[in-house]
Nanobody
Framework: VQLQASGGGLVQPGGSLRLSCAAS????????MAWYRQAPGKQRELVAH???????NYADSVKGRFTISRDNAKRTVYLQMYSLKPEDTAVYYC??????????WGRGTEVTVSS
């Protein structure tokens, strides 16, 4: 099983980025998909998640600026990020849970928000 994340990079404050994470291999039926992030010197935190039914939840710090979505046919989860702030700088990780309650992590993609 592999989770391949992409879309990170350097962006100016106020800018936008779209992260993608595609699952491959024998992962089975995918339930919850999520994005976490870890800033330097801080613990990993949940940014957003989306259930198999499409319900979403966001960290307070990103509500109204980030949108999580999924394409089940492509086994891909997205994170559209708008109005980025320097405090959004972190390594972003995707996380996928399947119907057997197994949890998988991607390697992470780095997002840097700086002028």
């Amino acid at each position: 099983v592999q989770l391949q994340a992409s879309g990170g990079g350097l962006v100016q404050p106020g800018g936008s980025l779209r992260l993608s994470c595609a699952a491959s291999g024998s992962i089975g039926s995918i339930n919850r998909m999520a994005w976490y992030r870890q800033a330097p010197g801080k613990q990993r935190e949940l940014v957003a998640h989306i259930t198999g039914g499409g319900s979403t939840n966001y960290a307070d710090s990103v509500k109204g600026r980030f949108t999580i979505s999924r394409d089940n046919a492509k086994r891909t989860v997205y994170l559209q990020m708008y109005s980025l702030k320097p405090e959004d700088t972190a390594v972003y990780y995707c996380n996928v849970d399947n119907s057997w309650n197994l949890s998988y992590w991607g390697r992470g993609t780095e997002v840097t928000v700086s002028s």
